[in-house]
């Protein structure tokens, strides 16, 4: 899950760093108000779970409360980067060390070349850092072992802070940050934790001016009490489609076989695919030859009657789809006779036919004769192990 | 031979008493593998058809000598399974076991390279090695894997578990045998890489071509054509990449919890690109993947 970076900086500032002062409104009237508290020119951030705001014009400096209004008044309610924008964080223009010396990008994440946990600084921050990173040779990467009981290794924060040149108290501080960072990133299981810039202040600290953090989901059982205080995230996180939400209420009403990443994409070929593997080799197939998907989907395990009856429902009373395609690779967990009677059922419920409805089935494996003997008795294509899916595919395309 | 599995393996299943796992080592069993003990903490002095459980790894490694373990516990614990399957000795460890949080995989596989053992997985669903032995559960019971899997000289290595058995079952109708597949897992960190694999196949004598399954995003697919490109490789080596249609759709994920694309590394394009470029051949169709891989030097099934 991605952090929004107002909810990222609470738990940094909870755990010792620096942020600017500021706070999360959703009016511009609120806007105004948090300027005036803050009492000098702010900057106004929408508040949503990607990054690239500054160049999508995400982010404005407002030099009065009234400005910081008007700012607000423009970005609420709008959409930045297909994200709607329901709130912005309003924080202080930070004043700078002179020269400005202090700018450096530190990302905290595993390498998937190395398979470590590693840090990645430079001093070439900014917006463009993505691109800085792979032509700059000054960017310092040091992985850390996650075998040390549980501690810290502290040298790495001194590691990087002295290969990127700092020295004196600034070199000390930094290290010191550096440290807290590597800290929070495995104590909240994060797989990203991304300051980009910090800055070094006038008063000589560094300022974690943004930050990007992104939570493993698989790791959300251990920590229930760190995302009830992310509420905000949790939200935007859970932004879904009516067609995505029905999906999951289906999913979870039956424990049995998995109902994954139900997607609309609004063609007239409804698709009731899967496993992982086996969908995205199916919708490239559909696509391939020119097939309308109506959307994408992983069915898996071994789904109930039930559930796969629901879904064909869902599925073919989605606007415009005409057909369905139930495709999966060769299975051995998933019950092929189960899947053959709820996409049967399904048609017959909607009061389809289900010849008409279900343009092909293509699942060969367990229970296989016996799921191909329903549907040879309601006349259904049925194909096996000797169908390639572009065979089908080329089959389903013929058909239409 | 084969590689990692073969017909003389003596397997531990760690979770063994687990329904997937009761199911899994009936089926292994039925196909010929040597499952020789299981471990299942308060459940030992049991027996899960006819295999005895023990409590501790230690106590199964004291009765039998086990060369592989399959890890099937909950998320939670596998990170201590695998602690104790490699304090015990063991060297070959195939992770089951879905949505292991990031931390432990990486934690998981540095334990691992400490210990000069391998993993294979998370989220893998086994080594098959046709005709001698199956670590896992991979291709379902003895019969279907009988049906899909048929021994021969082409390896198969695929970041999807449902696919490797589509894989095998393609090249098994076009009458072309395996070698050794493997089910390496979905996840961004993995035990075991095809860059890993590929010096022990081609080590192998009687492995003469490689079958690759590729999805978007991680950096596999780069550093094996790095890999080649410094350094050809006797097998005739095919690949496909699923998921050309998600690169229109960047950030979204489609597929295993792996296949993540951020910019334009780890699209499929690209990597279809690389790999061409290092010699592999590359399917454009899936179902092109049988004629890619038939050569002189590929011999048939009998």
Not at chain 2, 106 to 117: C, L, S
Not at chain 2, 171 to 186: D, K, N, P, Y
Request: glycine content about 12%; overall charge negative; aromatic content about 4%.
């Amino acid at each position: 899950m991605k952090v929004l970076e107002a909810e990222a900086k609470r738990l940094l500032a909870a755990g010792g760093l620096r942020v600017p002062r500021g706070q999360t409104v959703s009016t511009a009237e609120q806007a105004r108000q948090v300027a005036q508290d803050l009492n000098g020119p702010v900057v106004i951030k929408v508040q949503i779970p990607t990054g690239g705001r500054m160049k999508a014009g995400g982010v404005k400096f407002a030099d009065t409360p009234e400005a910081a209004e008007a700012v607000a008044q423009t970005l609420l309610g709008g959409t930045i980067l297909g994200f709607p924008v329901d709130s912005v964080l309003v924080e202080e223009k930070l004043a700078l060390a002179e020269p400005q010396v202090g700018e450096v990008f530190v990302g905290v994440t595993y390498d998937g070349r190395t398979r470590r946990a590693t840090v990645l600084a430079s001093r070439a921050g900014g917006i463009d850092v993505e691109s800085n990173l792979e032509s700059n040779h000054s960017t310092v990467q040091r992985n850390f072992s996650l075998l040390n009981d549980g501690e810290v290794p502290e040298y790495v924060g001194r590691e990087v802070a002295a290969e990127l040149g700092f020295t004196g108290q600034t070199f000390v501080r930094l290290s010191a940050v550096l440290t807290l960072l590597i800290k929070h990133f495995l104590e909240w299981d994060a797989i990203l934790l991304e300051v980009n810039p910090l800055l070094l202040g006038a008063d000589g600290q560094w300022v974690v001016a943004d930050a990007h953090l992104e939570l493993d989901d698989d790791a959300a059982y251990r920590h229930k009490d760190l995302l009830a205080q992310l509420p905000l995230s949790c939200q935007a996180a859970d932004q879904r489609s009516e067609f995505e939400r029905r999906a999951a209420e289906i999913d979870s009403a039956d424990h049995r076989g998995v109902a994954g990443r139900l997607v609309p994409f609004g063609g007239d070929l409804g698709l009731l695919i899967g496993g992982g593997g086996a969908s995205l080799t199916i919708m490239d197939a559909v696509l391939d030859a020119g097939l309308k998907p109506a959307n994408y989907c992983e069915i898996g395990g071994n789904p109930s009657v039930w559930k796969i009856k629901e879904l064909t429902k869902l599925i073919l009373q989605q606007p415009g789809v005409r057909r369905l395609a139930v495709m999966m690779n060769v299975v051995s967990n998933t019950r092929v006779d189960l899947v053959a009677r709820g996409v049967v059922k399904g048609a017959l419920e909607l009061g389809r036919v289900p010849r008409e409805a279900i343009t092909a089935f293509r699942i060969p494996g367990s229970w296989e004769e016996e799921g191909q003997a329903i549907l040879r008795h309601y006349g259904v294509a049925f194909y096996d192990r000797n169908d390639t899916f572009d065979q089908v595919v080329a089959a389903i395309k013929e058909m239409s | 031979m084969t590689i990692l599995a073969f017909a003389e393996t003596r397997i531990l299943v760690q979770g063994i008493t687990g329904r997937e796992a009761i199911t899994f080592t009936s089926e292994s069993l039925q196909y010929g593998a040597k499952i020789v003990a299981g471990v299942t903490p308060g459940k030992g002095g049991q027996n899960v058809h006819g295999v005895p459980v023990y409590d501790s790894v230690a106590q199964a490694v004291r009765a039998h000598a086990c060369d592989a373990t399959v890890i099937s516990v909950p998320a939670r614990f596998v990170q201590d399974a695998v602690a104790e399957a490699v304090d015990n000795g063991i060297k070959l460890l195939v992770i089951v076991t879905e949505r292991i949080p990031r931390r432990d995989a990486v934690a998981i596989v540095e334990r691992a390279e400490r210990a000069g053992a391998r993993v294979v997985g998370p989220n893998s669903l086994g080594v098959i090695s046709p005709g001698q032995t199956r670590i896992g559960m991979s291709g379902g019971s003895a019969d279907a894997v009988r049906l899909a899997y048929k021994p021969g000289h082409v390896g198969v290595i695929s970041r999807s578990g449902g696919m490797m058995t589509e894989i095998a079952n393609l090249l098994t109708q076009a009458g072309i045998g395996q070698s050794t597949c493997v089910s390496i897992g979905g996840d961004p960190i993995i035990g075991t890489t095809t860059l890993d694999l590929l010096p022990l196949y081609e080590a192998d004598p009687d492995t003469h071509g490689l079958v690759l399954f590729c999805e978007p995003g991680g950096v596999m697919e780069e550093q094996l054509a790095e890999r080649l490109m410094a350094q050809p490789s006797r097998l005739r080596i095919v690949a496909f990449v699923a998921g050309r249609f998600a690169d229109r759709m960047q950030g979204m994920r489609f597929g295993h919890a792996g296949t993540i694309v951020e910019g334009s590394k780890g699209s499929p394009a690209a990597k279809m690109d690389l790999l061409r470029e290092a010699g592999v051949r590359v399917a454009e169709k899936f179902s092109e993947i049988p004629g890619l891989v038939w050569a002189e030097s590929v011999v048939p099934l009998g």
